[in-house]
């Protein structure tokens, strides 16, 4: 496995760190979208109410589907936007590992918490 370091990012105040909104919810269910390469649709359970996110793994798990029921951290209050022209993410899976170089894993709760529960 290669690890690529990247340096650390511009300095942010707590105030820039306040308007994101990070919350716990529950993959229900991941789905092929097979006219994507890399695209995979996630029906996630934020207690409260209920999104379609998209992500790229693909070509990053052997079995995308295995990611059902787990929790993860998405950020919930990104502008919904289109996808190859017709599929809409309503937010963004948080991995660790992507910009580094190396297989992403999930940020995932140490214990399961209610859902929409908020991090930070």
């Known amino acids: 496995m290669t690890y690529k370091s990247l340096p650390v990012k511009e300095t942010i105040t707590i105030g820039d760190l306040d308007k994101i909104d990070i919350r716990v919810g529950t993959i229900e269910k991941a789905e092929d979208i097979e006219d994507s390469d890399k695209l995979v649709k ?7 109410f209920k999104r379609t ?3 790229g793994l693909k070509k990053e798990r052997e079995n995308p589907l295995e990611i059902e029921g787990k929790q993860a951290l998405f950020v919930v209050n990104l502008a919904p936007r289109k ?3 017709k599929y809409e ?8 590992g992507y910009s580094n170089g190396i297989i992403p894993v999930l940020a995932e709760p140490e214990k399961e918490v209610p859902n929409g529960s908020c991090a930070g």
């Open 42 to 48: 996630l029906t996630v359970d934020f207690g409260d």
């Open 89 to 96: 993410s309503e937010g963004m899976m948080f991995d660790i």
């Open 53 to 55: 996110i998209l992500v």
């Open 83 to 85: 996808m190859m022209g």
